[in-house]
């Protein structure tokens, strides 16, 4: 099958593979323009775009898909299908009409719950117990097409979005190629989506993850798996940034933001009160040190005991 594949992070990186390993003919793949990251601003380019050139595909980047230059260029690729994943631009009304068989999204959640740019953070932001993938037929809505196949997968509580998203990139890709199959046969009814169940994702920036020790434990333990690894959740201790990687909420209480020992035997050497309960600290980084374990960070910052953090 003619298929122009576009995507961008690594997320769609096992999509694509699987399109080429099933022996499609790629015959572009659309990707995001190389762009400045690092303290050094040198210019990366996307994960899709490494990994297209490994397998000597054509790439194209660019910065819209608007304009009547873009739309011919499609239409003289000739694609029975154009497979989505993580693109990060707008299809217009125009580009979807042009592959045969429709545009085809892999989107890590169980539409139409979690709509938007950032699914898989809002599923463990919202403390679902279950998340999952749909391949849907893009349309010109915000994730609103029919879906032709959807797989559920459970969240374990030490899923970060990192963790999810990897796991949910793997089964995407394997759901694509028997979905695109099934289509191209005629034999799969798209389901319309029921927009009464609809939600979208939350944004996210990089304040997002900035702690607020008046909220529970419960809460605070969400956001520092969801915002894992992008933006991070964040307080300052001593005028320095410091970063909770790994947490979990234990039960106690105390002023929110104090920072009290725990017993030993416990899930973690010490906590920081918060609205309800505490968070326990198993892992944190100090702004300008590398990751360590909340024991080890201890036994070097003694005085980090007893303060109180801001909120």
């Known amino acids: 099958m003619r298929i122009v594949f576009m995507g961008t992070p690594r997320f769609a990186v096992p999509s694509l593979e699987s399109l080429v390993e099933a022996g499609h003919e ?15 601003r040198s210019v990366l380019a996307s994960p899709v775009k490494e990994k297209a050139l490994q397998y000597g595909l054509a790439v194209h980047q660019p910065r819209s898909l608007r304009s ?4 011919e ?14 693109y990060g631009l707008i299809l217009p ?10 545009c085809l999204n892999v989107h890590p959640s169980l539409l139409p719950r979690h709509r938007g740019a950032s699914p898989v953070a809002s599923a463990i932001l919202s403390g679902d117990e279950v998340t999952g993938v749909t391949i849907m037929l893009l349309d010109k809505g915000m994730d609103t097409g029919p879906m032709l196949a959807q797989v559920k997968v459970p969240i374990a509580e030490n899923d970060t979005t990192g ?10 890709a394997q759901l694509l190629i028997p979905t695109l199959l099934l289509w191209s046969e005629e034999r799969l009814t798209p389901e319309i989506q029921n927009e009464s169940k609809a939600t979208y994702s939350q944004p996210i920036s990089k304040d997002s993850g ?20 992008w933006p991070g959740s964040f307080t300052t201790w001593q005028g320095r940034s410091l970063k909770i990687i790994e947490a979990t909420p234990v039960r106690g209480q105390g002023p929110a933001g104090k920072v009290v020992p725990l017993g030993p035997g416990g899930p973690a050497p010490v906590a920081v009160c918060a ?20 024991g080890d960070f201890l036994r070097g910052q003694r005085d980090f005991i007893g303060s109180l953090l801001p909120s």
């Open 26 to 40: 790629i015959v572009c793949v659309f990707t995001r323009p190389d762009r400045p990251a690092g303290r050094g």
């Open 68 to 71: 009547l230059e873009e739309w």
């Open 73 to 86: 260029r499609l239409k003289a690729l000739s694609p029975e299908a154009v497979i989505v994943a993580a």
């Open 93 to 102: 009304e125009q580009i979807l009409a042009v592959p045969s068989l429709g």
């Open 163 to 172: 963790t999810l998203t990897t796991e949910l990139s793997r089964i995407g």
């Open 210 to 229: 900035r702690i607020d020790w008046t909220l529970p434990a419960g809460d605070l333990w969400r956001r520092v798996r969801a915002y894992n690894p």
């Open 275 to 294: 609205g309800e309960d505490m968070l326990g600290i198993m892992q944190l980084q100090l702004e300008g040190k590398r990751i360590m374990a909340a």
